[in-house]
């Protein structure tokens, strides 16, 4: 039980360490298999919206990488409780940081964000 519950471990920290990778480099093709179906959604300057379907959540965050000329992405921290996993970090640009926090949910197809905040 104990392998068991190690290789899932592993599998949940690989999946986020290429999240991260895809955040870092403004990766939005290979970031979009991480969305959800539904992803609620709150973005600086923007109005709350009602909740995105993967692609809009997809390029909700590409137009603000584009807008405020993000140019990476640094992780603060992660937390997995039971089937969530939060992530939280900031979103480089020259001028300034912005903070990110995505909240994740274990399916059958891994890790989805099911949740975006960017302030």
């Known amino acids: 039980m104990a392998i068991l519950h190690c290789s899932i471990g592993v599998h949940a920290q690989n999946e986020t360490e290429q999240l991260m990778q895809h955040l870092q480099t403004g990766n939005f093709n290979a970031l979009q298999i991480f969305w959800d179906n539904q992803v609620e959604s709150s973005v600086l300057d923007q109005v709350a919206a009602k909740p995105l379907n993967a692609k809009q959540a997809n390029e909700t965050l590409q137009a603000f990488f584009n807008q405020k000329n993000i ?7 992660e937390r997995k409780l039971g089937n969530t996993l939060y992530l939280t970090g900031k979103l480089l640009s020259s001028q300034q940081k912005y903070n990110l926090t995505l909240l994740l949910q274990s399916t059958k197809k891994g890790f989805v964000i099911v949740s975006m905040r960017v302030n």
Do not use: D, L, P
Request: hydrophobic share 45%; aromatic share 14%; charged share 30%.
């Open 71 to 77: 140019v990476g992405f640094e992780k603060s921290a």
